[in-house]
């Protein structure tokens, strides 16, 4: 592994990897405590664009490989070893592999929870902002979780289920602890918006600028779910489906029409993308600022 490619991997998630977490965090930078030398003023910053780093109070700086070389007072070569150790999974802090380990894993050793709290990790706060959903809507309704396998620790944005578990998400692993919906009861016994991930729900209540759905939710979190859900479903006159628009949910959305003569495919408004995510990701949208017209709701 050359240098370009370990250079790349972001030097906050190195920090966070080693409980070295930001002072001030801005979005898209933040002040840490130097972490090889005594600073109360958290005169180290981190460049999440750029992924570089400077120490105001030594005038050091530079890229990853820069920075580990810096704290394990250690050569190029070390560091890089170190590095690519992390990278590929064979470090206890790696996230690389973290997906690799759970599918070896799921049907053997369930994920272990140990912290659940509120979102405030930088690397999950900027995995958030990669997919332009709005952090305080984020808080509102998901989770930071701190979990394990194989006595290995990771965390993770969590979404509960109906049955207690969590879809957890971050930069490199998409997995949960038991799959199951997520219903939302808003008080509108009308309509229920139907969402094949919370990724999905999320944007849009990031496009809407609402901190909570004005109808009643389920979010799938998983086609194979439908099923669970065709009883309650009847209940609703109006049913408004999110799903992606790929051929499994296009096939979802006819299964749904099939059986209700009441359901709108919103789909048809993102054809051009592969979900409602990918489509929030594409517009750019400013969350706070721009409502995006033509959803239902």
Known sequence: MDSKIINKFPIRDYLAGSNIYPAKDNGFYAMYHSPFRKDHNASMKVDYDKNLWIDYGTGEGGTLIDLVMRIENCSNGKAMQLLEQKITGTHPFSFQKEKEVIQKTSQQQRIAIHKVGILANPSLIGYLHER?????IARLHCHEVHYSVNSKPYFAVGFK???GGYELRNKYFKGCTSKDTTTIKAGNNDTCQLFEGFMD???FLTMKNWHQPKADVIVLNSLSNLAKVKNTLTAYRSIIA?????EAGKRAAQELKSCYPNVTDQSECYAKHKDMNDYLCSKKLLPKKQVRKGFKL
Request: aromatic share 12%; glycine share 0%.
């Open 132 to 136: 332009c959903i709005d952090i305080e």
């Open 161 to 163: 289920n109906d049955n």
């Open 201 to 203: 729900y999320l944007s």
């Open 242 to 246: 999110f799903l992606d628009s790929d």
